[in-house]
């Protein structure tokens, strides 16, 4: 290539003209130079990239800029893939700058050494395409995270020595720690928001300080973990704890931001003061503002008022403050993860959390009061609201007694019981969810009834006598049965764990049949346990399927029944409708157990304690037609007749019915 250049002089009718020719190693040098330049440019681009606490000017910094995030919390763990998008993009349009997401780590390692980073856990997926919506992300991967979650997301497995010390620095536990994070870090660290993506701040553990240990050894090894795993300065790592001393005592530690969590009521000046002894300078946060709150079972729906909510957020913001909302979008525990708080007392399946989206992600009156107290301190995207997803009431179903347990056994335990002297633990079966059934032959004589005891059942146990239901217990007590038997009498005690506890000291929550069992006080051995594999059981179920053989009609007692599985076939859609819609199957009538459509479990239904009355159903699991439901009830259900034995799929949620003055 020749570049040619001229000079020309003029003057006193003298003209000069120089030309000169470019060489080919001169050209060469010229495009290194260029190439190198705009490496350096784009270099520099990503050395702005920063997020920092400015402790002069008690703000966050972003790219050299004060910046206050107003946040939203959503779990891609309790919504489906399929709406990640649809929730994000609204979440985004009601004026959030970021989003904060809890890492469960026994929803990614559900057996230990086996992760799951596919379908509802792309964990990667979801944070990608948050940053692609326009949405920063504070990330809070644990290793315990609480979130209302089974066993705070602690993975029940580490139970099944029944020795382990959790959230301390017990060597089996920080072992197991060591192999998750050695797995989750390295996936964590191209999306911070220095390497280009959007994770601006990482919660390191959480709420410590409501923890009994208080072991700032434990604090400060998952620091120099993370740390280690990212750069020192690598982002902004932090503590949430509860406004009070002992709390943010235990739960702060030098080198990590410390910020607080409240609700609505008043200003947030006491709150805010109670962290500013801790953390005299840096930004104001509310880690978890929350505009409403979660369900047990057996208690009234919980409602928080909007105006509560805008007045303490508008207060707030005008203090400068950064605040995240826990939950903006609460989702659904399907499956086996709710948790439950001490006491016991098990949360519902539903984690609609009166939350500024519904459990469905529909558009609340407080999320549109909320967007207008955001728009006073920011800058709201100029785009409308995505409207709430479409919802289709399918009609009536009737179903079918599939079998019976004692008809469905050798299926549900394709590997027959274990047999051990004594109750093993659920853990030590090595299950993590579900059900169980402890089975042993009377070896004693009793003349007159007699307390059958079970003081270690966790959560609830169905006594069955000679395959005749004979009552309940309960670890909230009663805890045994007066029940006559005679030497030689079979008796099953089926188990269900409602969830582990997943807040506090008391979250080493081992499930199953804990301690001895006695009738009369002498201590009952002999036991065969199965280990009852539903999940897998009712995946293999197919429309219109029967057993073929007739079922066993076991006798009642009390009103109770012997768990039973129902099943039916969902209505198809109608001829105007071409793709499946949202839907809720209501529980009206049935008594308790577990749900599944299609082989997917909806999770626990309970509506003769309440409040929620509906399961979620969303589109994503449901096919065009030939939708299969399978019910696991465990007590009564509502077939004394065909015509009564149906559920009906609506359009709408029910979540605060009436519940039992006592239970």
């Not at 005679?486 to 008796?491: N, P, V």
């Not at 005690?493 to 006080?521: C, E, F, H, P």
Request: aromatic share 12%; net charge positive.
């Amino acid at each position: 290539m020749t570049l040619s250049g001229a000079l020309v002089f003029t003057g006193n009718n003298l003209k000069t003209t120089a030309k000169r020719k470019m060489s080919k190693k001169t050209l060469v040098k010229l495009v290194f130079a260029i190439n190198l330049f705009a490496l350096l440019v784009e270099f520099g681009k990503c050395q702005k990239r920063s997020f920092v606490v400015n402790y002069d000017d008690d703000t966050f910094s972003k790219d050299g800029k004060p910046f206050r995030y107003i946040s939203g919390s959503i779990h891609y763990s309790r919504v489906p893939k399929g709406y990640w998008d649809d929730r994000l993009k609204k979440m985004y349009a009601a004026g959030l700058n970021a989003i904060q997401v809890y890492v469960p780590w026994n929803f990614h390692e559900r057996t230990p050494g086996r992760y799951t980073f596919e379908d509802d856990a792309d964990l990667v997926g979801f944070l990608q395409k948050a940053n692609d919506t326009g949405l920063l992300v504070i990330l809070r991967p644990g290793p315990y995270i609480c979130a209302d979650w089974e066993m705070g997301g602690l993975p029940s497995w580490l139970l099944k020595d029944g020795t382990i010390k959790l959230r301390t620095m017990d060597t089996a536990y920080i072992q197991a720690v060591d192999r998750w994070m050695a797995v989750l870090l390295p996936k964590i660290k191209p999306l911070l928001y220095s390497n280009g993506g959007p994770i601006i701040s990482v919660q390191v553990e959480n709420e410590y300080g409501s923890y009994d240990a208080c072991d700032h050894d434990y604090i400060r090894y998952l620091k120099n973990l993370f740390e280690n795993a990212w750069g020192e300065d690598a982002v902004v790592l932090f503590t949430t704890d509860g406004p009070g001393n002992k709390m943010l005592q235990c739960g702060s530690l030098q080198g990590l931001y410390t910020t607080v969590d409240f609700g609505p009521g008043g200003d947030g000046t006491s709150q805010f003061n109670w962290m500013r002894k801790f953390q005299p300078h840096g930004p104001l946060v509310n880690s978890e503002f929350y505009p409403g709150w979660f369900d047990h079972w057996g208690m009234n729906h919980s409602k928080v008022a909007a105006d509560k909510v805008t007045f303490t957020l508008d207060k707030m913001l005008a203090a400068g403050a950064s605040v995240n909302m826990y939950m903006f979008e609460g989702g659904t525990n399907f499956g086996y993860w709710s948790g439950a708080n001490s006491g016991y007392n098990p949360q519902t399946t539903s984690y609609d959390y009166d939350a500024p989206l519904t459990e469905a992600g529909d558009p609340t009156d407080k999320l549109m009061a909320i967007r207008s107290v955001i728009k006073k301190y920011a800058k709201i995207p100029d785009i409308p609201m995505p409207p709430a997803t479409q919802k289709l009431a399918y009609g009536q179903t009737q179903l079918t007694a599939y079998g019976s347990l004692y008809d469905v056994l050798d299926k549900l335990t394709p590997y027959g019981p274990i047999k051990t002297d004594y109750p093993i633990t659920m853990e030590a079966m090595q299950q993590n969810f579900g059900y169980m059934m402890y089975r042993t032959t009377i070896a004693i004589t009793v003349k007159n009834t007699t307390l059958l005891d079970i003081p270690g059942i966790k959560d609830q146990g169905y006594i069955i006598i000679n395959k005749v239901p004979m009552g309940i217990v309960n670890r909230n007590k009663p805890t045994g049965l007066n029940v006559t038997v005679s030497k030689g009498d079979i008796l099953d005690i089926v188990v269900g764990n409602q969830g582990r506890i997943n807040y506090g000291s008391l979250i080493a929550d081992m499930k199953g049949i804990i301690s001895n069992v006695t009738l009369g006080g002498t201590i009952l051995k002999g036991f065969e346990i199965y280990s009852l594999q539903l999940d897998e059981f009712v995946s293999n179920i197919k429309p219109k399927s029967v057993l073929g053989f007739a079922i066993t009609r076991p006798r009642h007692q009390a009103q109770l029944s012997v768990p039973t599985l129902y099943t039916g076939t969902m209505p198809d859609l109608p001829p105007d409708i071409t793709q499946p819609r949202d839907t809720f199957l209501k529980m009206s009538g049935w008594t308790k157990g577990q749900a599944f459509i299609n082989g997917f479990n909806l999770g626990r239904y309970w509506p003769a304690r309440g409040p929620q009355i509906t399961l979620y159903v969303p589109a994503t699991i449901l096919k065009p037609k030939d939708n299969v439901i399978v019910l696991f009830e465990l007590e009564t259900a509502p077939c004394n007749t065909a015509s009564s034995c149906t559920v009906d799929f609506i359009d709408r949620a029910i979540l605060n019915a009436t519940v039992p003055s006592k239970h």
